[in-house]
Every structure is written in C-alpha cells, then in structure tokens.
C-alpha cells in the first residue's frame, strides 16, 4: 500500500517554464491537497479538492493551477515558474475532508532558477 | 497561518525522558487540531488529533493535552527514542472553514542517546 505518491521528487527549472506536479493517492480517499513548505513557515495550502469533479483555492493559490484528473489523481501546474515558487510541494489525501487527519506523500522539492 | 505558531525552534532530550512540545492558537474558533511528525526528507506523518471538545488525548507513548483557556496544545512523548527525532507541528481547523488547515512552523526535537 504506497498510500500518497508524487512524481517528480526533485526538479529544477527556469524562470517562465512550465511543469505539472503529479500526485495519486490509493487509498481511496474523497478530498486532496497541495500544500508548499517553506523554511520558516508553516505548511501553506494552494489548492484542494473535496471530491472528484471539485477545486477551490486556499490560501496561496496565486501562480497555480489544478486538475482532479478522477478519483486518484490530483495534479498541481505552474504555468510560468518564478524563482519565488521555489518550495518543497505536498500532495495530501482525507478521506471526506474537513476535520480528518491528512496522510502525505514525501513531497516534491523544486527549485527555480 | 498566523494563529498556529510560537514553537521552540528545537528541544533536545535524553533517550528515555519525556519529551514535551508546545503549540499556542489564538483563535478562539479552533476546534479541531492535529500533530504531525516530519522526518528529515520525508512529508508530515500524523500522530494524533484532539477535538475541542476534549482535554486529552492518548495514544501509544503520546498524549495531546489541550488548553482552551490559555490556548495552548501540548505534544508529550514518553520514553523519547532515537526514533522520535524528527520535527513535530501542529495544525488547527477552524471552526466552519471545512477543508482548511493552519499549520505551526514547527519544533526540531533531537534525542541523545
């Protein structure tokens, strides 16, 4: 049981390109995270998704984009990445959201030059 | 994220003390908190959760006492192992906000042997 799976685990890019973050949980969970962990703060929400066929904003969304592919896969996209998007992305899963322990993957650490 | 936070930036204990971690919240609306583990490289792992309906609660080795007066969570770890290192957050959701959480910077925790 892989529980939280992401893909890549170490990427580097330039300013203004492109990349999709994937994430695919086998737990059979409702709702899915992306979070991003900076040194000094605390994990900071970018996007989630409370069911297949649903996203919503958190609280850092700006600069991102998101697919719940189906009921698996949740996928995070930079569309032109900045140097301040450099960060380490969390993928989590619940199984119906809300007040639930989240179970992560180990993350995928992405720097930008 | 502001209302999750004040950790000690480290703790180091003695292989077979017990070990204490702290977490302040200010806001009064929090009603649902969970502790995490993340070792070095790898995403947050859960420990345990408390509702605010609850003062305590224990798990294997752990317990998680909480504070609504004063607005504090507390993380005990008995018999603290080589293993327990790692960093240790805590996370709050607030009362109808659903799928958000606001997680704490952190505490480092080292175990001597």
């Known amino acids: 049981n892989a529980g939280v799976t992401q893909t890549p685990k170490f990427q580097v890019l330039k300013t203004g390109q492109s990349m999709t973050l994937q994430c695919a949980q086998d737990?059979?969970?409702?709702?899915m995270y992306w979070y991003r962990q900076d040194p000094g703060m605390g994990l900071r929400l970018i996007y989630y998704?409370?069911?297949?066929?649903?996203?919503d904003k958190g609280e850092v969304p700006n600069g991102y984009n998101v697919s719940r592919l189906n009921k698996r896969e949740f996928s995070l996209r930079l569309e032109s990445a900045a140097p301040s998007q450099t960060s380490v992305y969390f993928c989590?899963?619940?199984?119906?959201?809300?007040?639930?322990?989240?179970?992560f993957g180990d993350g995928t650490r992405l720097s930008i030059l | 994220g502001e209302s999750v936070g004040l950790h000690l930036p480290t703790l180091s204990v003695q292989e077979g003390d017990n070990s204490i971690i702290n977490c302040a919240y200010s806001?009064?609306?929090?009603?649902?908190f969970i502790w995490y583990k993340q070792e070095s490289g790898k995403g947050p792992q859960f420990i345990i959760d408390?509702?605010?309906?609850?003062d305590k609660r224990q798990g294997q080795r752990v317990t998680v006492l909480l504070n609504k007066t004063v607005k504090h969570l507390s993380l005990q770890i008995a018999a603290t192992q080589p293993g327990d290192s790692a960093v240790y957050f805590c996370?709050?959701?607030?009362?109808?906000?659903?799928?958000?959480?606001?997680f704490g910077t952190g505490t480092s925790l080292t175990v001597i042997p």
């Open positions: 989590a899963s619940s199984e119906m959201g809300g007040k639930q322990p989240q179970h």
């Open positions: 998704s409370a069911s297949e066929g649903t996203t």
């Open positions: 806001n009064s609306a929090s009603d649902y």
């Open positions: 737990m059979n969970h409702n709702s």
């Open positions: 996370a709050e959701n607030w009362r109808n906000t659903g799928n958000q959480f606001y």
């Open positions: 408390i509702r605010s309906n609850m």
